[in-house]
């Protein structure tokens, strides 16, 4: 009791401020201040978000609307605002449902049309489009359309022949024939050499015959498997006459028309998950599955009626190469899909923080603004820039790979590793810090941010593993490096051509103007690349005169393959931004594209060890690195809310603490 009465008269003497008689005077209510009635639009955002999103503006526009017309997308008032969102509160059997009746309502007004069975360079462009709107209301619904257009349909258009265009490609379209793709295993997933799903071929019938011959070659997070898919492309070791032939594709049908299982074929389902239970993830098994020898995706390899094994390519590792080539339209959506939801989350951390106020410099003035605190601004807005330099380079991305041609299949599969891993982990580490940028009102689901991560955190892993990513495109530098170095020959390609100039030499003293400009940028991580490609080079090499094999001397260097896999991509995304830059006419636009292009940059040096490790800066210039950022934060800061409109995001596609959270929070929206 001594011990309550002792915290009881503390508590008494601070409300009285140790005065009896002087009470505390009550403020004013706080009351919502629009940011955009302070901040100011120096810039045209319009012109700035048709260089973000790089292509069919209209397109992405009209099916914003689209979605926000319809009570099939969840629409709640907060305020005098509606939201959507798909409600997370449904179990996971619902929000299956849900994505279903989604993907009908745009089925029915014509949103899927072309995108399997149109051709050309605009007809890609605007499937990708529609696919990351889409992604920005759901990551499931996003998901089930991608299974279904990208990996099933995807396999028969690169995987298949004419035959299996005609057969399947407008039914798949028109979602009479739902399919998935069934390559990841329970023991295997990014070695997809080393599943374990075997298929012989039975001549007497002309039939192929798929088992799952042990419970690791079961088919484990099959996207539609475990309700609603018809069919999949099932992934499998070839084995003709005994010998083994490595993987190829088949087409598999796993339902019938009505839903029932077909027969020799069971099929679980992957249960609930951190995220993503709108889609009915599942796991397969085949037992003496027979298929017609027409189903298997011939482009690369066939096999005749009397089974014998045809393919023009006879090495084994360049026919593998050949089946996986076509599989980067998953890393390629992906790491847009990561640009687009750091966007999301930007927005509404940065719109908060314009209009959030706490604590006061001095007693006589009103509380500060979150996002002019200097300590808030370097929380977000070097992510900001970042988030631009990644929508430049992802636009760059897009358009090689809609551009594809069979010379360009390494510099897409190295590119689209690269961004991939880079942009995904960006994204988490973004929404973590909006999440704590935006306080407890971060934890709300209804605010979006807290949940997103676990929507999108797997992202990380599919697809490919970001640390395996990274890992290939190391390894393809290396490549690079020892053929240029063999044969005496300048570097070509993969944005390597920096090496055969004279090594950058950076300054001893580096004053604001030159750490601002893009020569001394891209000359500071051409250098740090250069020397940490030679020096993963020298390091392999020197394993391998020890005795240990080439895989196992890669294998053993992996730090300096983590560094250089990060100075790739971050060299490549600021080449990109420099490139985009360049197209801008002088002006406010272009001034603040310097800005952020400088903020990347410079958060890229101060956060790689790399740098101060191999002593390419020393810490005096390190130390003016860190220097330059806070001020351009301070300069980015009149900007930010230009910058986060720029993005084009619907208001009903963010959340409510991003507009009048006051209102939004109120007790009559309680019961409205």
Same mark, same amino acid.
């Given at each position: ?31 919502? =201040? ?8 120096? @810039?045209?955002?319009?012109?700035? +978000? ?32 509606? @939201? ?28 899927? $049309? ?99 011959? =042990? ?25 003709? /006459? ?75 590792? $360049?026919? @593998?190469? *050949? ?33 959030? +106020? ?21 929380? &977000? ?13 992802? /636009? ?20 689209? !590793?690269?961004?991939?891993? *880079? ?63 063999? +044969? ?65 001397? @890669? ?15 971050? +060299? ?26 400088? &903020?990347?940059?410079?958060? =890229? ?9 191999? *002593? ?51 007790? !009559?929206?309680?019961?409205?």
């Amino acid at each position: 009791m001594d011990r309550a009465f002792q915290r009881a008269k503390i508590l008494s003497d601070h409300l009285l401020q140790s005065n009896s008689s002087q009470i505390i005077s009550t403020n004013a209510c706080l009351s919502y =201040c629009p940011p955009e009635l302070n901040e100011l639009y120096d @810039f045209d955002i319009k012109e700035m +978000r048709k260089l973000l999103d790089g292509h069919n503006v209209q397109d992405r526009d009209w099916l914003f609307n689209l979605i926000v017309q319809s009570k099939l997308f969840n629409p709640k008032k907060a305020g005098e605002k509606v @939201f959507i969102s798909p409600d997370y509160n449904q179990s996971m059997e619902q929000q299956r449902e849900m994505t279903m009746k989604r993907i009908s309502y745009l089925l029915e007004r014509g949103v899927f $049309q072309g995108w399997l069975t149109a051709k050309g360079v605009e007809a890609e462009l605007t499937k990708l489009a529609l696919l990351e709107v889409v992604n920005m209301f759901d990551h499931s619904l996003a998901i089930k359309l991608g299974v279904h257009f990208f990996l099933w349909g995807g396999a028969i258009q690169f995987f298949g022949t004419k035959r299996h265009h005609d057969k399947w490609l407008r039914d798949t379209e028109n979602y009479v024939v739902k399919g998935c793709f069934s390559m990841t295993e329970l023991g295997h997933g990014s070695n997809v050499r080393g599943i374990e799903t075997v298929t012989t071929y039975d001549s007497n019938t002309g039939e192929f015959v798929i088992n799952t011959l =042990c419970e690791s070659a079961q088919k484990y997070w099959i996207g539609g498997a475990a309700n609603h898919a018809t069919h999949t492309v099932v992934f499998s070791q070839l084995e003709i /006459n005994g010998k083994n032939q490595g993987v190829h594709a088949f087409i598999c049908q796993i339902r019938d028309e009505d839903g029932n299982i077909c027969p020799n074929i069971q099929i679980a389902d992957c249960g609930h998950k951190i995220g993503l239970n709108g889609v009915d993830n599942g796991r397969l098994w085949f037992d003496n599955v027979r298929i017609p020898r027409e189903n298997l995706l011939n482009s690369v390899a066939d096999v005749s009626p009397n089974g014998e094994y045809l393919s023009a390519i006879k090495d084994p590792d $360049q026919r @593998f190469a *050949a089946f996986m080539a076509p599989l980067t339209s998953g890393r390629v959506t992906i790491a847009a899909s990561a640009v687009y939801i750091s966007k999301i989350g930007l927005a509404i951390a940065i719109r908060y923080a314009l209009s959030r +106020r706490a604590f006061s410099i001095s007693p006589k003035w009103p509380e500060t603004l979150l996002l002019d605190y200097p300590s808030h601004q370097r929380r &977000l807005l070097p992510l900001l820039a970042k988030t631009y330099a990644m929508s430049l380079a992802t /636009n760059y991305l897009k358009m090689i790979y809609v551009n594809r041609t069979p010379q360009s299949n390494k510099t897409i599969h190295v590119v689209s !590793s690269a961004l991939k891993a *880079a942009h995904t982990w960006h994204n988490m580490r973004t929404l973590q810090e909006c999440r704590e940028a935006c306080g407890g009102q971060g934890l709300k689901t209804e605010n979006h941010v807290g949940h997103l991560k676990s929507e999108f955190d797997v992202q990380s892993t599919f697809e490919g593993d970001n640390n395996v990513l990274m890992q290939q495109v190391s390894k393809a530098l290396l490549a690079e490096y020892i053929a240029a170095k063999t +044969r005496n020959n300048s570097f070509k390609g993969l944005g390597l051509e920096h090496m055969n100039k004279p090594c950058p030499v950076i300054p001893s003293q580096l004053a604001s103007s030159i750490l601002r400009s893009s020569q001394f940028q891209m000359d500071a991580f051409c250098l740090r690349e250069r020397d940490l490609l030679s020096r993963f080079a020298l390091e392999v090499s020197q394993h391998q005169a020890r005795g240990q094999s080439k895989e196992y001397a @890669f294998i053993l260097s992996y730090q300096l393959a983590e560094d250089l896999g990060r100075a790739f991509s971050d +060299r490549l995304i600021l080449q990109t931004f420099i490139e985009s830059e360049a197209t801008v006419s002088e002006g406010s636009l272009k001034h603040v594209l310097g800005l952020l292009r400088s &903020l990347y940059a410079l958060i =890229c040096l101060e956060e790689d060890a790399a740098f101060l490790r191999y *002593a390419y800066l020393s810490t005096d210039n390190d130390a003016a690195v860190r220097k330059e950022v806070k001020q351009l934060c301070s300069e980015v800061r009149p900007h930010a809310l230009a910058l986060v409109s720029s993005f084009g995001i619907p208001d009903g596609f963010l959340s409510p603490i991003a507009f009048n959270w006051i209102d939004a929070n109120s007790w !009559s929206s309680a019961h409205q």
